[in-house]
């Protein structure tokens, strides 16, 4: 247990339906990170949170794809209007500035 | 093509073997991140280093940052050794992952 957790664990969806994941990070780390994987894959950047703020959002990143921290504690990832291509592990991460990341366990969607 | 690559993509070893899994990357970075993951996804900090060597039980880091390259040795290996390793590389502010490198450890 690395002190980040993540809900769910699992998420099966329909095509079209909106889903919303929660990760809870490390209580002093001020940055927050999420992630999106496939199989055989590395972790893919969608965003990060230095505190409440977003500093940054990946390019490649859908605006269907909206994520918030509003205290700057805890964040929630939503995904709007969902497609099969967005079936992954989606990854939270957290940490002090520029240092090592330590992972929550991942939300896996299945979009059906 | 990726920012970041590993080699081998899949590596198999006879327990006690020594092992070396090989990270480059194209671009300047600030440090260096190896990460262990486990099947079922979880994923595990193992090291963060911008220069040198870091060494933990078993497990060694090396990097020369000029050269773009870094190396995770592991020292008689184990089977609980099996797991995917990635290295990512931190510039700026973003971590960029390598696909990782699928260990297998046979007794």
């Known amino acids: 247990d690395t002190g980040v957790s993540q809900n769910p664990r699992h998420k099966i969806t329909k095509r079209g339906q909106n889903v919303t994941f929660r990760c809870d990070p490390i209580?002093?780390?001020?940055?927050l990170y999420w992630y999106r994987q496939t199989l055989g894959q590395g972790p893919e950047f969608l965003t990060y949170?230095?505190?409440?703020?977003?500093?940054?959002k990946s390019r490649l990143l859908s605006d269907r794809f909206s994520a918030e921290r509003p205290k700057g504690s805890f964040s929630t990832l939503e995904i709007q209007r969902t497609e099969q291509g967005d079936s992954a592990m989606y990854l939270c991460?957290?940490?002090?500035?520029?240092?090592?990341?330590?992972f929550g366990p991942g939300t896996r969607l299945t979009v059906l | 093509k990726n920012e970041v690559e590993q080699s081998p993509q899949n590596l198999t070893a006879q327990e006690g073997e020594f092992i070396t899994i090989n990270c480059s990357y194209s671009?300047?970075?600030?440090?260096l991140h190896w990460l262990q993951q486990h099947p079922g996804g979880g994923i595990v900090s193992l090291f963060m280093?911008?220069?040198g060597k870091k060494k933990h039980g078993r497990l060694i880091a090396t990097i020369n940052i000029q050269e773009k390259h870094s190396s995770l040795h592991i020292t008689a290996s184990h089977p609980r050794d099996s797991a995917v390793y990635i290295c990512?590389?931190?510039?700026?502010?973003?971590?960029?992952f390598g696909t990782g490198t699928s260990l297998t450890v046979i007794p």
């Open positions: 949170f230095q505190n409440e703020a977003q500093l940054e």
């Open positions: 991460a957290s940490s002090l500035v520029l240092n090592e990341q330590f």
């Open positions: 209580s002093e780390h001020n940055r």
């Open positions: 671009v300047g970075i600030s440090a």
């Open positions: 990512a590389a931190l510039r700026g502010n973003q971590f960029y």
């Open positions: 280093l911008s220069s």
